[in-house]
């Protein structure tokens, strides 16, 4: 398998990256408050019929900062692709997309772009790196764990007041470096 390219932001600025995910299954958080205590407990459950998600994004988008974007180009068009963005006030990268197409799934290419974010933090002597996913997207939860990302943190509202309802509560993931 060959390097991912780095994508000119000239030449590449708002593409459209389409993602689709098929889930099985979900994690559903088990939140439990009292006066003195908070806990937070994120039970993996199965859908009754596996759920379909697509939804799109771009890249280079404008509120990111010094973002940048590597990719597998097959036949002229990306098979593959991760973009990053600086969190200078926290001293943090992010992943702000990444998407490997369905044929492309399983053969090294998420992994490899995985490691060119961390080549990019560990150059800038980030402290960590993170990204976002959803709790019903449990085939990339996996993969980042298997990457060595942890849990960082939730929001059960990011997309809508129904998040929880939706079985789609934003995850943040990530590791220390």
Known sequence: MSLPV?????????YEIEFYYTSDSYYDPEISCSQDRFSVCFIKKHFDKPVEKRFFSKLFESHWES?????FIENGALAAVIETAAENWNNRLRITNICVLPEYRGIGLGK???QTSLKRAKSEQRRAIILETQSCNEKAIGFYLSQGFTFMGFNLCEYSNKDIENKEIRIEMG???
């Open 6 to 14: 780095f994508l000119e932001q000239e030449t590449w600025h708002d």
């Open 67 to 71: 973002p940048q974007a590597y990719g």
């Open 112 to 114: 490899a772009l995985i």
């Open 175 to 177: 590791m220390l470096l």
